[in-house]
């Protein structure tokens, strides 16, 4: 296991051969844990977060090569001037409740 300063060294097509091998090596312990022979079932996330780093360190430099800069964190980028997220809301804009479901905030209106 690499961390991603180590990644950030490999040349491009040495990035994309591991990947390569990693989504190979992946399928294949999958495929062993389900019928029983994998010993080590930290293997199992150990290859997804250093694949996840991998595809991390090529988008990385293919938003680079487009001129582009690493994007800020969503937690950052979402806070306004007071410090919290515009998403949170005090109050419904609309008579009645508002409640948080599956596809955003949802509001129900008032009885009338």
Known sequence: MANASEFRELQDEEIARRIGELR?????????????????????????????????????????????????????????STGRHFLCIKRAPLPGKARWGRAGLHFSRAKS
Do not use: C, M, W, Y
């Not at 199992?44 to 690493?70: C, F, H, I, W, Y």
């Open 24 to 80: 190979q090596a992946r399928f294949d312990k999958k495929l062993q844990h389900r019928i029983g022979e994998l010993q080590n079932s930290g293997e199992l996330s150990a290859n997804r977060k250093d694949l996840a780093r991998l595809l991390t360190v090529q988008r990385e430099r293919q938003l680079k090569a487009k001129g582009r800069p690493r994007s800020r964190p969503l937690r950052r980028a979402l806070r306004g």
